[in-house]
């Protein structure tokens, strides 16, 4: 993977995707588009990841989609018509991430809007830098509800937040969202650092099977009755007992150490 419009390093078992157009806000392109698609399939593949932690490079996270490329009608149907790569829940031009095996972290370090708020919804966890900014912007820019956040949104914030969001398209500053349920604010210093934190505490103390597992209960609940969703959690809870990080979980706690988690 070489690529141009984002960055992707691994540290400390965490896979950090920084969109990389600081020029542009990070602006969102098919190229980067497919880098980033590229960059979390490898790091859903890599046994040496265990958190996946997204964010911007320079001022912002992503202001939406290219506005240059939006500048005429064909440049903009060909952004949002492409059509879904399957018909499913999971394979979506970007419900794809709900699918992700592994924990996604939103670092949203500055404005988010358009396209870039929809890849946030998709991850598990959103932390927002203290006087960021963010917006759905779809109504100001003669466009709907793109890409599943009518179904994202209401599950997040509610009904009347999401109709006020997406149907105003207006501005919402970090502390607002966070009174939404939406985001989780940090301070702005260190706002990075700070995030990295929360990554490493999942990364060293919760077990990759447990994360995996708890994920995919997430993302099938929505779908479920509660019954369904019990049967589930029965099934799984029995086959954890045979499991490798079972034995490590109820060891460290014994021995008072941190875990030493495989992932079996």
Not at 108 to 134: P, S
Not at 156 to 177: F, H, Q
Not at 215 to 222: D, G, M, V
Request: glycine residues 8%.
């Amino acid at each position: 993977m070489n690529p141009t419009q984002l960055l992707y390093s691994v540290e400390d078992r965490i896979a950090t995707i920084t969109l990389n157009r600081p020029d542009r806000m990070n602006a969102w392109t098919p190229t980067l588009e497919a880098e980033f698609r590229a960059a979390i399939e490898a790091a859903s593949a890599d046994d040496g990841v265990r958190v996946i932690l997204i964010t911007g490079a320079g001022r912002g996270f992503c202001a939406g989609a290219d506005m240059q490329r939006l500048s005429g009608s064909a440049a903009g149907a060909a952004v949002s018509q492409r059509p879904p790569d399957g018909t499913g829940n999971f394979d979506q031009r970007y419900s794809y991430l709900l699918a992700c095996p592994k924990p996604l972290i939103a670092a949203i370090n500055g404005a988010v809007a358009g396209v870039g708020l929809c890849i946030t919804l998709y991850c598990d966890l959103r932390y927002m830098a203290e006087g960021a900014k963010l917006a759905t912007s779809f109504a100001r820019r003669g466009l709907i509800a793109e890409h599943g956040i009518a179904w994202m949104l209401p599950r997040l914030v509610g009904a009347m937040n999401a109709a006020d969001l997406l149907l105003s398209g207006r501005t919402v500053e970090a502390r607002e969202a966070e009174r939404m349920g939406l985001v989780r604010v940090l301070s702005a210093d260190g706002f990075l650092a700070a995030v990295r934190a929360v990554a490493a505490d999942l990364a060293v103390n919760a077990s990759p099977r447990s994360m995996r597992v708890i994920k995919a209960q997430l993302r099938s609940a929505p779908f479920q009755q509660l019954g369904e969703a019990t049967v589930m959690a029965n099934a799984e809870m029995a086959q954890c007992r045979d499991t490798e990080d079972f034995r490590e979980g109820v060891a460290s706690f014994v021995e008072k150490r941190a875990p030493q988690f495989t992932g079996r």
